[in-house]
T-cell receptor, first 109, second 115 residues
Framework: GQNIDQPTEMTATEGAIVQINCTYQ??????LFWYQQHAGEAPTFLSY??LDGLEEKGRFSSFLSRSKGYSYLLLKELQMKDSASYLC??????????WGAGTKLIIKP | DVKVTQSSRYLVKRTGEKVFLECVQD?????MFWYRQDPGLGLRLIYF???????EKGDIPEGYSVSREKKERFSLILESASTNQTSMYLC??????????????FGAGSRLTVL
């Protein structure tokens, strides 16, 4: 079966760095997405990786290793507004998205 | 600002009632989707549509139907609501491309409670 694993919850301190991991087993691979979802709001797109390596976008970076079935989202200089759930999703060979359950990130002052 | 608008943020219905959830997008997107989101689970796809009057079953279509009479509107219908359909329902749209970089734009969600 297809599976996406990510931690349920993480806690970090304002100003620090946090890494949210995502591992996957899917039927084929056409890219990996990260979305951010604040409580009670719509998920919003953060990043897309289809090739191995690191993609940097401001304070957020996303890394992919296709051979290991592994990605991480790196958040630097954490701010209180980064408290949210982070959703990992993989597009399989049929261009269907498989979603992880999400990681709730709690930022403490 | 591009938008996906879901008509109702909160609904409370009784078992057996017919429920309509409406979704409208203003981005001229080809693709539209209905997901449900439950605690501890990933988003689960109910139905999707790649064109007007076209619909495809997702992973959990049982108990649901959809309608797409116009490109911008995608409706989710619960013919006879049941308590296990209490959930957050998310509508999303994306451009009409088969490339992997097909980013979804989501609506704010409709939280349905079935009593």
């Amino acid at each position: 079966g297809q599976n996406i694993d990510q931690p349920t919850e993480m806690t970090a301190t304002e100003g620090a760095i946090v890494q949210i991991n995502c591992t996957y087993q899917t039927s084929g691979f056409n890219g990996l997405f990260w979305y951010q979802q604040h409580a009670g709001e719509a998920p919003t797109f953060l990043s897309y990786n289809v090739l191995d390596g690191l993609e940097e976008k401001g304070r957020f970076s996303s890394f992919l290793s296709r051979s290991k079935g592994y990605s991480y989202l790196l958040l630097k200089e954490l701010q209180m507004k980064d408290s949210a759930s982070y959703l990992c999703a993989v597009m399989d060979s049929n261009y269907q998205l498989i979603w992880g359950a999400g990681t709730k990130l709690i930022i403490k002052p | 600002d591009v938008k996906v608008t879901q008509s109702s943020r909160y609904l409370v219905k009784r078992t057996g009632e017919k429920v309509f959830l409406e979704c409208v997008q203003d981005m001229d997107h080809e693709n539209m989707f209905w997901y449900r989101q439950d605690p501890g689970l990933g988003l689960r796809l109910i139905y999707f549509s790649y064109d007007v009057k076209m619909k495809e079953k997702g992973d959990i279509p049982e108990g649901y139907s959809v309608s797409r009479e116009k490109k911008e509107r995608f409706s989710l219908i619960l013919e006879s609501a049941s308590t296990n359909q209490t959930s957050m329902y998310l509508c999303a749209s994306s451009p009409g491309t088969t490339s992997g970089a097909n980013v979804l734009t989501f609506g704010a969600g409709s939280r349905l409670t079935v009593l």
